[in-house]
Nanobody, 123 residues
Framework: QVQLVESGGGLVQPGGSLRLSCAVS????????MGWFRQAPGKEREFVAA????????YYSNSVKGRFAISMDNAKNTVYLQMNNLKPDDTAVYFC????????????????WGQGTQVTVSA
């Protein structure tokens, strides 16, 4: 069965950086767009970033644009989310997901999900 496994979360001070990884298995990587979502306590899951299957088109939420970058390594079947200049409002569980839509911007467009990795931004 398809597996998506996130890693790289942790505790970081405001202004710091983290790189999340999402290792994908049993899925034809080039057929799926990939995305990152996050969910803070008491809030709904929200879109963060998306990348189309070819890896040449990306899209970001306004709250992270200019600070986060999504990328993929086809040889490693891994998707990354580089997060810079982190803020306390970025604290959440971060999920990676796969979609057959292409460039999915909504959670309901994604069919496969990882279990998430916690990111905490605090002094």
């Amino acid at each position: 069965q398809v597996q998506l496994v996130e890693s790289g979360g942790g505790l970081v001070q405001p202004g710091g950086s983290l790189r999340l990884s999402c290792a994908v298995s049993r899925l034809t990587f080039s057929d799926y767009g990939m995305g990152w979502f996050r969910q803070a306590p008491g809030k709904e899951r929200e879109f963060v970033a998306a990348l189309n299957p070819r890896g040449d088109t990306d899209y970001y939420s306004n709250s992270v644009k200019g600070r986060f970058a999504i990328s993929m390594d086809n040889a490693k079947n891994t998707v990354y989310l580089q997060m810079n200049n982190l803020k306390p409002d970025d604290t959440a569980v971060y999920f990676c997901a796969a979609t057959s839509v292409g460039l999915g911007l909504r959670a309901d467009e994604y069919v496969y999900w990882g279990q998430g990795t916690q990111v905490t931004v605090s002094a």
